[in-house]
């Protein structure tokens, strides 16, 4: 599992429900993570306008998928198993590990442009997957809000792949 959303829960799941619930807590959690970490690195990303036009627009997407799984989640009747977060120090550290030190500012936004990719594919994929274990227990309204998360983050991490071709590579 990735260091991303790395959630504990007390038992391993038991069937497909029990584990489409873990997975739509995780991605729950990961949004939270995402808003708390991008609104605290805001402030160092102000020298780029595209990069925090970027983070910005990342902010309202994790908002919008956090509150369409909510929905879901509460017309289904389903109730979120409780989710030991163990990843806060893990994920600005993962956002951080590849960032070259005392370079020019375009260096390292360029970094963190690819980072902030890596970070929207891996919540693409995990929609995605959580998508098709709702198609697979039949909860057809959630598996739709799920495969729209994840279509949301796919075509942010495009952007994002065009933010960083864009960005002064020194």
Known sequence: MSYLSR?????????????????????????????????ALRPECLFSRELTAMLDSILTLSALGESRLHESVVETGAILPPAADASAGNLITGLFARLPTAVAPGVPASEFAVNLRLLAQHIELKARLASEEAMLVGQVRLGHALRDCSADWRACSQSLRAVATRLPAA
Do not use: G, K, Q, Y
């Not at 584990?19 to 993570?33: C, E, P």
């Open 7 to 39: 959630c504990t829960f007390p038992t391993p799941p038991r069937n497909l429900c029990d584990l489409l619930l873990r997975d739509v807590a995780s991605l729950i959690v990961t949004s939270r993570l995402v808003t708390r970490t991008l609104r």
